[in-house]
């Protein structure tokens, strides 16, 4: 788990963890602040409980992370005029400013949103939506939408809106650990605080 300075490329803190989970981000950003850092923003992917946790540090979602999201739901060649429209829409995410983004959003809400409200009762009589999985991907962006355009609202902060730099550090670091297949766990890691510290 890697936490990196944006700006420096410098890499601020790092924990061996068999899992991620919101708390050792928490403990992650109190030790930064801790060592006297200041954070002014974060970026990251977006797991649930995540954006909320840190209070006043503007957190900003990482964009292709939330196209990811609704990849899963619609598909990258969705077949209903809604979800293609909507998948649309979320691919313009990526190349629009928060105002632009939003009015295609809500234009497209109020344009589908009888078809998405759509119900059938099942045979133990219970009311169930027809499109389920077209209201997840829409819900998705309407809940995250607070943490899509950080980066925008807070220009002169000088944030991405994506953490390209931190994956691509994996990646090269991942290509170089498969150079060495054969080291033990103890000397992966050293060759991870080595390759971490360049």
Not at 89 to 117: P, Q, Y
């Amino acid at each position: 788990m890697v936490f990196k300075d944006s700006l420096s490329g410098q890499i601020l803190y790092k924990q061996y963890v068999k899992a991620e989970t919101n708390a050792l981000y928490l403990f992650g950003v109190e030790e930064i602040t801790r060592r006297g850092i200041k954070i002014q923003s974060i970026i990251c992917d977006g797991r649930k409980g995540l954006l909320q946790l840190f209070g006043d540090i503007p957190m900003q979602m990482y964009n292709f992370h939330q196209v990811a999201i609704v990849r899963r739901y619609l598909t990258k060649d969705p077949k209903m005029q809604a979800s293609t429209e909507l998948w649309e829409i979320t691919l313009f995410l990526v190349h629009t400013d928060k105002e632009s983004f939003e009015g295609r959003l809500a234009a497209w809400h109020t344009k589908w949103m009888a078809f998405s409200n759509e119900q059938k009762t099942d045979e133990m009589g219970k009311k169930r939506y027809i499109h389920k999985k077209l209201r997840s991907a829409y819900r998705s962006l309407k809940t995250n939408l607070p943490w899509l355009f950080t980066w925008y609202d807070n220009i002169s902060l000088n944030m991405p809106h994506t953490t390209n730099a931190i994956d691509g550090h994996f990646a090269d670091l991942k290509n170089k650990l498969r150079n060495h297949n054969g080291l033990s766990t103890e000397r992966k890691k050293k060759f991870i605080d080595e390759f971490l510290k360049a």
